[in-house]
């Protein structure tokens, strides 16, 4: 295992390059004879790598922006409390967005994000995941396009960090807990 903290590999480089041209394929047909750009907000820091693949994959006009979020900290599950460090730069109100996030997890984020997203009055909210943990849900979310649905495990590496370390692998692995 090329690092000694990911017990083992759960989703390949391969598989992920799949994945993302899918999701790309689904939302360009989706969103196909808009009028404005979509405006693509990613949630910070986890999901900029998804995000940057993401787009290239997008066949339409788009805008990004990204806002800031935090619920983890430095541990491995998710406190429930929604910290929001830096916030949009522009105005959504009367446009398509889509919100990408790198994993849905209990879904707290989530549905505090789309609730402070809908009351700007945009066109549209839908939702774009990398990963999806439904089995740890505690909030309703509709995700509108999905990745890969994974078990409950702490995964890390392709943007998704423990304690800042390990976003830079290239494949989604298991954290191995000590």
């Known amino acids: 295992m090329p690092d000694t903290g990911i017990a083992r590999i759960l989703i390949t480089?391969?598989?992920?390059?799949?994945?993302?041209?899918?999701?790309?394929?689904?939302?360009?047909?989706?969103?196909?004879?808009?009028?404005?750009?979509?405006?693509?907000?990613?949630?910070?820091?986890?999901?900029?790598?998804?995000?940057?693949?993401l787009i290239r994959q997008i066949k339409l006009p788009l805008i990004v922006d990204f806002m800031a979020v935090s619920t983890y900290g430095d541990g491995t599950v998710s406190s429930g409390d929604v910290k929001v460090a830096m916030d949009l730069d522009q105005s959504i109100e009367g446009r398509d967005i889509l919100l990408v996030e790198d994993i849905v997890d209990t879904g707290n984020t989530f549905s505090k994000i789309i609730r402070m997203m809908n009351n700007r009055n945009p066109r549209s909210v839908r939702v774009c995941t990398f990963l999806d943990k439904p089995s740890r849900r505690t909030a309703h979310v509709d995700i509108d396009f999905c990745g890969i649905t994974i078990p409950n495990e702490f995964v890390c590496g392709y943007g998704l960090d423990y304690a800042q370390r390990y976003r830079n692998l290239p494949y989604v692995g298991v954290l191995q807990l000590k």
């Open 13 to 53: 480089e391969d598989e992920i390059k799949t994945t993302v041209g899918r999701l790309g394929a689904e939302i360009t047909a989706c969103y196909k004879g808009m009028t404005e750009e979509l405006v693509v907000i990613g949630l910070l820091r986890g999901s900029f790598v998804f995000m940057a693949d």
